[in-house]
């Protein structure tokens, strides 16, 4: 009869595990290990947690951009011209739309932690309804803004 390795038992060294799931800590206990994203089924809170970290990393390269286009304005008309012409072009374009993107995930992202904080929303129904909301709501909400610039001639290729 075979039974899995109890992380007190003396005879389950973490040198001798052969499942990888138990290590032995700096205190000298043996503990198992965390469960791990193999081990975990994704779930949509799972998602709108790393899209609000990939978020804050993409808001950084925004805030960048700004600081870049703030620069560009000190230089005078010449560069504010060839930087407009490359916001302008499909790459500008491309990075606008990414960063229009970034602004709505954030954006209900923070509302979502907002409403969290006020312990509001922490039950499993209304945790989905709030991801849900937060992962696709910026991809809905990106293309509304961005065809209306397109229909109403603000923007073009």
Known sequence: ???????????????????????????GRVRPLSPHMQIWRWHIT????IAFRVTIGAATFG??????????LAFGPEAHATFAALAGSPL????????????????????????????IGLELKP???MSHI????????????WIVLFATGRVSL
């Open 92 to 119: 500008g374009l491309l990075i606008g739309i990414g960063l229009t993107w970034v602004l709505f995930s954030f954006m209900l992202n923070g509302g979502r932690h907002l409403i969290n904080d006020a312990t």
């Open 46 to 49: 799972m998602v709108a947690s």
């Open 1 to 27: 009869m075979s039974s899995s390795p109890l992380p007190g038992d003396a005879s389950n060294d973490p040198t001798d595990d052969q499942t990888g799931r138990f290590v032995r800590q700096p205190n």
């Open 63 to 72: 805030a960048m951009f700004v600081i870049g286009w703030l620069a560009v």
């Open 127 to 129: 945790a989905d309804l």
């Open 134 to 145: 937060a992962v696709w709501g910026p991809f809905v909400l990106t293309a509304i803004l």
